[in-house]
């Protein structure tokens, strides 16, 4: 099983970027898929989660900017994160859990003020 992460980048503060995280090699649905960072210096965290039947959860500090969204059948999820803001500055990984937790690479996303 490989999850491949995309769409990170440089974008100016208050613009948008649109993460991607595609899974191979699976035969299952992922119970839920995640997204994390890791900024510099700091531990990974929690940014969005999205379940299976379609609940979703988000970090205090990305509600009503980030958006998760998954297209279940193909084990792909999504993050629509806008009004970004230089403390979102990080590397950005994606997560499946199916019986264990499967990584993606991370993808950087840089914000400049």
């Known amino acids: 099983v490989q999850l491949q992460a995309s769409g990170g980048g440089l974008v100016q503060a208050g613009g948008s970027l649109r993460l991607s995280c595609v899974a191979s090699g699976t035969i299952f649905s992922f119970n839920a898929m995640s997204w994390y960072r890791q900024a510099p210096g700091k531990q990974r965290e929690l940014v969005a989660t999205?379940?299976?039947?379609?609940?979703?959860n988000y970090a205090d500090s990305v509600k009503g900017r980030f958006t998760i969204s998954r297209d279940g059948a193909k084990n792909t999820v999504y993050l629509q994160m806008n009004s970004l803001k230089p403390e979102d500055i990080a590397v950005y990984y994606c997560?499946?859990?199916?019986?264990?937790?499967?990584w993606g690479q991370g993808t950087l996303v840089t914000v400049s003020s």
């Open positions: 997560r499946g859990s199916y019986q264990r937790d499967y």
């Open positions: 999205v379940a299976l039947g379609g609940s979703t």
